[in-house]
């Protein structure tokens, strides 16, 4: 067993599971209070490892120390804005429609609805950010928020790192009194293993980030379960970048020069890596391919992840330069060696990327093919060709913009997030980023991984009908006594 911890078996997974359950029953009866100081304190004891977790991350992911500690402080802040978010409360949507006996021809009766937590999340820890989308991730973070006990399979590429984090959310569950295994922690390599906790009885909803290949594989065990689950697994993209015509003939070299950096931010292990970029025949874009090709070929190469995405990126590129019109423009001038990546950008045409579903698929790590297409309405079609995407981007001047209305029309159907004149890596924490979209960037588009909407993932809506007021929630009571946010009679009160 890698890492030298022991593989839980089918059995464990299933004890683990009925834990889980029991210890969320127990967490519906934590306040409000409770379960934000509970937020808080896991994001202070993950501070409290100081520089030896960092050390250790990078140790197994060979990520750089800056990066690592901008990560953490990613990580520690969704935990305290999902601990903002409860006191807060409005995310519950609670609804109260009063009764109205006098209503004729029928009276309506006293109708009051807010969303409950589903049950026992399980997450899967994802192999790119040791941090921020494993064991206190995203995931984790909005799922205790939204009152859920977790689950979390460590990324067997960082699995030291993800025991020290088990090991901090274990003392702040005993510091803030916490149910025992409201959060709990399990080792696996093998399918066998992520097939059992998708499919034990008590599992109510699955987190994942990672492959197109693995997300599939959780959604078809759901599928097969005697009573299917959500199953939100954020996969591949490309992350389609549009470049326009009048951009590119001022901006050339500036363009260049800020995509030199996006396609090569952390070796491309970035699911908003853009992967793929589209611009229209011209002069302006000849300078832009031959800008870019100079920055990547100064781009040293860099140790990946571990050896198996390695693998995978120099299988995919070689797979990718082999096809029939594809063109490499310039890859790094170092030499790469052990398992760094080189970055290498390519062209192809419109009609030939058409003709070639190889040339659709993602390419992991810093790698970018730039489609030339003949006219803009053969640039729709090769966007229109593409699948479902986490974002697309398009860079342009005002009268760019003026200029190409059905093109900016289409950007919001292909993607969750639609930029303009900037770089897709980098995702903001917040309230209105959407981390998500049509498939096969994700299995449910109507959902984001990141930002407090996070939590809709883990909830779904209940109705209370005539229900006495003692023994409504304390959300929808009479009175408001949490004093949040609520569409009472079809007017936004507190």
């Known amino acids: 067993m890698a890492n030298n911890f022991k593989e839980a078996s089918v059995e464990e997974i299933n004890q683990v599971m009925q834990q889980a359950q029991t210890a969320f ?23 409290a490892l100081g520089e030896a977790l960092l050390l250790k991350a ?17 990580t520690t802040g969704q935990l305290r804005m999902f601990a903002g978010m409860l006191r807060e409360g409005s995310w519950v949507e609670a609804s109260v429609d009063t009764a109205l006996p006098e209503r004729t021809p029928l009276p309506r009766p006293d109708l009051r609805k807010m969303l409950v937590p589903l049950g026992p999340v399980v997450v899967f820890g994802a ?14 973070a909005s799922a205790l928020a939204g009152g859920c006990s977790v689950v979390v399979k460590a990324h067997p590429a960082h699995a030291e790192t993800s025991e020290l984090v088990y090991g901090a959310i274990k003392k702040a569950i005993a510091a803030c009194n916490m149910p025992e295994h409201i959060f709990q922690h399990v080792h696996g390599t093998s399918f066998e293993s992520g097939k059992a906790l998708v499919q034990a009885d008590d599992t109510a909803a699955v987190g994942f980030t990672g492959s197109t290949g693995g997300g599939l594989a959780l959604l078809q065990y759901s599928s097969q379960r005697k009573k299917p689950i959500p199953v939100f697994s954020e996969m591949g993209s490309t992350n389609p970048v549009v470049f326009l015509p009048d951009t590119l003939n001022k901006n050339a070299a500036d363009l260049a020069a800020q995509y030199t950096g996006s396609i090569t931010l952390g070796m491309g292990q970035f699911c908003t890596n853009p992967g793929l970029m589209l611009a229209v025949e011209s002069e302006g874009l000849h300078n832009f391919i031959g800008a870019l090709g100079a920055g990547i070929e100064g781009v040293k190469p860099a140790k990946m992840l571990h050896a198996g995405i390695h693998s995978a990126y120099e299988k995919k590129c070689s797979a990718a330069l082999g096809q029939q019109g594809v063109t490499e423009i310039k890859r790094s001038a170092t030499e790469a060696a052990d398992i ?35 006219d803009e309405p053969e640039l729709i079609k090769v966007l229109k060709s593409v699948s479902g995407q986490l974002t697309t981007t398009v860079m342009g001047t005002d009268d760019d913009f003026a200029a190409h209305p059905a093109l900016l029309q289409l950007l919001p159907t292909i993607a969750g997030r639609v930029l303009f004149n ?13 981390h998500g979209g049509p498939f096969p960037a994700t299995t449910d588009s109507r959902f984001t991984a990141v930002g407090i909407n ?13 229900c006495p007021d003692a023994l409504l929630p304390l959300a929808l009571q009479q009175a408001n006594p949490l004093g949040i946010w609520r569409l009472f009679d079809g007017e936004w009160k507190k």
């Open 454 to 466: 996070a939590v809709k993932r883990w909830v779904r809506p209940v109705s209370f009908q005539s």
């Open 422 to 434: 900037g770089v897709p890596t980098g995702v903001e924490v917040c309230a209105s980023m959407v």
């Open 127 to 140: 192999s790119n950010f040791p941090f921020a989308y494993s064991t206190a991730g995203g995931d984790t």
């Open 340 to 374: 760094e990546a080189r970055p290498i950008v390519a062209t192809v045409s419109g009609d030939t990327f058409l003709r070639n579903p190889l040339l659709h698929e993602e390419v992991f790590g810093p790698y970018s093919l730039m489609v030339i297409c003949k």
């Open 25 to 47: 029953e127990a967490y519906q009866k934590t306040s409000v209070e409770e379960k934000s100081v509970f937020l808080e304190t896991i994001a202070n004891e993950i501070e």
């Open 58 to 74: 990078s140790e197994e992911t060979n990520l750089p120390l800056p990066r690592l500690t901008g990560e953490r402080a990613r």
